[in-house]
C-alpha cells in the first residue's frame, strides 16, 4: 500500500468503493447472463446504489476528514451532493426498466454506464484537487457519450452522442487550459493551497484568463448560455431515462465542481467572477424560457427548461454566502424531485406504436392515466414556482438569498423569469386535460415506473408544505464548504 494511503482512507473511502464494487460485479453478471434475461440486471444496479447510500449515511461526520492526503474530503456538502447523485441514479434505472425492454436495450451493459456515471459524480462532489475532480469529470462523460447514442437505430440518438462527444471534448479542453494555467501560477493543484498561492499573487491577467477559462469549461456542463447549444439535441435525442439523468445528476456534480473550484480555490477572485456569473445567470434564464416557449416537443421543452433553472442555480454562487449557497442545495433536492417525476411520464408515454416525446402526445391523459397526469400537473406547477408546491419553497429560498446578499434586481429577473415560465408549464397541462386527441395504444404503468411517481411526487409535495429538515441539512452542508461570505459588488 503506498505511503500516502491509509486503511483509515479506505473507511472514509467506503461508497465509492460500495459503488466500484457494484460495477464490477454487474459487469461480470452482464457477460453471464443472456440477453432476454438481463431484467434483473437493474435490480442489482438498484441495490448497489442502495448500498452506496448506506455507506454515505455510514462515514458521515460533522467535522470534514481529508483523506488520501488531501486529494479528498470526506464533509456535509459532499454527502448532500453524493445524496442527489444517488437518488437521480436511483430513479433513472427506476425509469429504464420497462423501457429498455420497448427499445429492445441490453440491461447489463446500460446499468453498467449508470453506475459509472455515477461513481465519477461522487468523485466530481468530494474532491478538493482539481486532478481528482478531473478525473471524475471525465469517468461521468465518457459514460454519457456512450449512454446518449445507445439507440444504435435510432438517428436521434446517434446525432446526440456525436454532438455530446464533440462539443464535451472542445470544452474539455478549454477546461484542462485554464488549469494548466493555475497550476503554472500557484505550482499545486490542491484546491485549499490553490486558494493561498492566488491570493498571495493578487489580480494577474493569466489569473483573469483561467478564470474566464474554467468557468466556460463548467459552463458547457451546467448548459450555461452560451455554453448550452448541445443540450437540447441531445436531451432529444438520448434515451429519456438518460435525458433525466442528465438533467439532474450531471448538472448536481457539475455545480458540486463549481462550488467546489471557485469557493474553495477562488475565493480571493470572488469580486472577477461574481460580475462574470451575473452575467450568464442573467442571460441563461432569459434565454432559457424564451426558447421553450415555442418548443413542441416535450424532451426539448424540459432541456430549455433546465437551461433555465441553471440560471436560477448561479444565483447561489453569485450570493457567495451561506444561505445562497444552502439554498441552491436546497434548490437542487427540489429540483432533482420534480424534474425526475416530469420525465417519468414522458418515459410513460414511450410505447412500442408510439415514441411520445411531443406535446400533443399527453393528448387525453387525464382519461387514460389520472395519477400520472395529476403527479404531471403537479411537477409542472411546482417547476414554476407555485405554491404550495416544493418549487415555490425553493425559488423563495434562493430570490430572498440574492435580496440578502444586495443582489436585488437578480432576486427581480428571477422572478420575472419564472411568471414567464408559466406559460409552457400550463401548455403541458392544457394538452393534458382539455385536449383529447390520442394516438397509440393505452399507456400503463408499471410497478417500477409507479414507484418513481410516487417517490417524486411525495417529494414535491412534502417539501413544499414541511421543507425544515431540508433547510437544516442544507445549511450544514453549505457551512461545510468554509464559505464566510464573498460578495462584493451591489447590482
Excluded at 493555475?182 to 484546491?191: P, V
Excluded at 448536481?252 to 463549481?258: I, R
Excluded at 425553493?394 to 444586495?406: C, E, Q, T, V
Excluded at 390520442?438 to 410516487?454: I, R
Aim: charged share 10%.
Amino acid at each position: 500500500m503506498p505511503a500516502w494511503f491509509s486503511l483509515n482512507d479506505l473507511y472514509y473511502l467506503l461508497p465509492e468503493l460500495v459503488l466500484a464494487s457494484g460495477v464490477l460485479v454487474l459487469l461480470v453478471a452482464t457477460a453471464l447472463t443472456p440477453k432476454r434475461r438481463q431484467g434483473w440486471l437493474s435490480w442489482l444496479a438498484l441495490g448497489a446504489l442502495a448500498a452506496s447510500a448506506a455507506a454515505v449515511l455510514a462515514v458521515a461526520r460533522p467535522v470534514p476528514v481529508d483523506v488520501a492526503r488531501g486529494l479528498i474530503s470526506v464533509d456535509a456538502f459532499a454527502a448532500f451532493f453524493k445524496g442527489i447523485v444517488l437518488l437521480a441514479a436511483a430513479l433513472t434505472v427506476l425509469l429504464s426498466v420497462r423501457y429498455l425492454d420497448t427499445e429492445g436495450a441490453r440491461h447489463g451493459s446500460y446499468m453498467f454506464l449508470v453506475l459509472c456515471a455515477t461513481l465519477g459524480m461522487m468523485f466530481m462532489a468530494s474532491g478538493t484537487d482539481l486532478v481528482v475532480i478531473f478525473v471524475g469529470l471525465e469517468t461521468m462523460a465518457i459514460a454519457f457519450y456512450i449512454l446518449a447514442g445507445l439507440l444504435k437505430p435510432d438517428r436521434r440518438s446517434n446525432e446526440a452522442a456525436v454532438k455530446y462527444f464533440l462539443l464535451g471534448a472542445f470544452s474539455l479542453g478549454i477546461l484542462l487550459y485554464g488549469i494548466s494555467i493555475l497550476y503554472g501560477m500557484s505550482g499545486t493543484t490542491n484546491l485549499r493551497a490553490l486558494a493561498e498561492a492566488v491570493a498571495a499573487r493578487g489580480r494577474d491577467p493569466w489569473l483573469m484568463l483561467a478564470l474566464i477559462l474554467v468557468a466556460a469549461g463548467i459552463g458547457f456542463k451546467i448548459a450555461a448560455v452560451p455554453f448550452h447549444m448541445w443540450a437540447p439535441d441531445v436531451y432529444e435525442g438520448a434515451p429519456t431515462p438518460i435525458t433525466a439523468f442528465l438533467s439532474v445528476g450531471s448538472k448536481a456534480a457539475s455545480f458540486a465542481m463549481l462550488l467546489r473550484i471557485f469557493l474553495e480555490g477562488l475565493p480571493s477572485l470572488s469580486g472577477d467572477w461574481t460580475i462574470l456569473f451575473y452575467v450568464l445567470a442573467v442571460v441563461t434564464m432569459t434565454v432559457g424560457n424564451i426558447a421553450a416557449l415555442t418548443q413542441s416537443n416535450t424532451k426539448r421543452m424540459l432541456a430549455y427548461s433546465s437551461i433555465a433553472h441553471a440560471g436560477y442555480l448561479l444565483i447561489g454562487v453569485i450570493a457567495g454566502t451561506t444561505r445562497g449557497v444552502a439554498a441552491m442545495l436546497i434548490y437542487f433536492v427540489i429540483y432533482a424531485f420534480m424534474q425526475m417525476g416530469a420525465f417519468a411520464v414522458v418515459v410513460l408515454l414511450r410505447r412500442a406504436d408510439v415514441i411520445g416525446d411531443e406535446l400533443k402526445d399527453l393528448g387525453g391523459l387525464l382519461a387514460r392515466q389520472p395519477f400520472a397526469a395529476v403527479a404531471m400537473l403537479v411537477f409542472m406547477l411546482s417547476l414554476g414556482g407555485i405554491p404550495p408546491t416544493a418549487g415555490f419553497m425553493g425559488k423563495f429560498w434562493l430570490f430572498s438569498a440574492a435580496i440578502d446578499a444586495n443582489y436585488v434586481w437578480l432576486a427581480v429577473i428571477g422572478v420575472l423569469n419564472s411568471a414567464v415560465s408559466l406559460y409552457y408549464y400550463l401548455r403541458v397541462v392544457v394538452f393534458m386535460f382539455m385536449k383529447h386527441e390520442a394516438a397509440g395504444s393505452q399507456p400503463a404503468l408499471s410497478p417500477a415506473l409507479t414507484t418513481a411517481l410516487v417517490v417524486t411526487l411525495a417529494g414535491t409535495l412534502v417539501l413544499g408544505v414541511y421543507p425544515r429538515p431540508l433547510f437544516e441539512l442544507a445549511e450544514l452542508s453549505a457551512r461545510a464548504l468554509g464559505v464566510v461570505g464573498v460578495s462584493a459588488t451591489v447590482f
